[in-house]
């Protein structure tokens, strides 16, 4: 995991190449930003997102779902991130497991150093990840990690 790939994020993202998805509803997230906004402003006011990369083959991922929405109602930002590469599948997996948070849905890339599913990272405002989880990840253990986290990051700040 690396700034590369958030890199590449973000120019498949100006290019109109992802997809928000929320709840059934889809639109190309350039043209999503203000329905993204309230989750970048609840990143920036903690200065950190999860991340979590889902494929809709992947059972720990379909387990982990009610976990993250539940983090994500209480206020933690979490942004899902389907590696499908069939738009269809990441679709009907949302259908089937949905959730309030806001998904991309986009294609594995051979640049995309993701291999293992689910994989969960927080990231700073900068896009560097502070936190890595590979495979299934317990709330309890995520928790922690934002807590210890955001507090270093207030730390930091002037």
């Given at each position: 995991?690396?700034?590369?790939?958030?890199?590449?994020?973000?120019?498949?993202?100006?290019?109109?190449?992802?997809?928000?998805?929320?709840?059934?509803?889809?639109?190309?997230?350039?043209?999503?930003?203000?329905?993204?906004?309230?989750?970048?402003?609840?990143?920036?006011?903690?200065?950190?997102?999860?991340?979590?990369?889902?494929?809709?083959?992947?059972?720990?991922?379909?387990?982990?779902?009610?976990?993250?929405?539940?983090?994500?109602?209480?206020?933690?930002?979490?942004?899902?991130?389907?590696?499908?590469?069939?738009?269809?599948?990441?679709?009907?997996?949302?259908?089937?497991?949905?959730?309030?948070?806001?998904?991309?849905?986009g294609q594995a890339t051979e640049a995309?150093?993701?291999?293992?599913?689910?994989?969960?990272?927080?990231?700073?405002?900068?896009?560097?990840?502070?936190y890595v989880h590979q495979g299934e990840?317990?709330?309890?253990?995520?928790?922690?990690?934002?807590?210890?986290?955001?507090?270093?990051?207030?730390?930091?700040?002037?």
């Open positions: 995991m690396n700034r590369l790939l958030l890199s590449l994020l973000m120019l498949a993202a100006l290019a109109g190449g992802l997809t928000a998805k929320n709840m059934g509803d889809s639109t190309p997230l350039s043209q999503a930003n203000g329905w993204l906004k309230p989750l970048f402003t609840q990143s920036s006011e903690s200065g950190l997102l999860i991340v979590n990369f889902w494929a809709s083959w992947c059972a720990p991922c379909r387990r982990e779902m009610p976990m993250l929405d539940g983090l994500y109602r209480n206020g933690m930002p979490v942004l899902g991130y389907s590696m499908d590469e069939d738009r269809f599948l990441a679709d009907e997996f949302l259908r089937r497991y949905p959730v309030t948070f806001p998904n991309l849905i995309n150093p993701i291999q293992v599913f689910p994989t969960t990272v927080i990231i700073n405002p900068q896009g560097q990840p502070l990840l317990d709330e309890t253990s995520l928790v922690n990690a934002w807590q210890k986290l955001k507090a270093e990051s207030e730390v930091v700040r002037p």
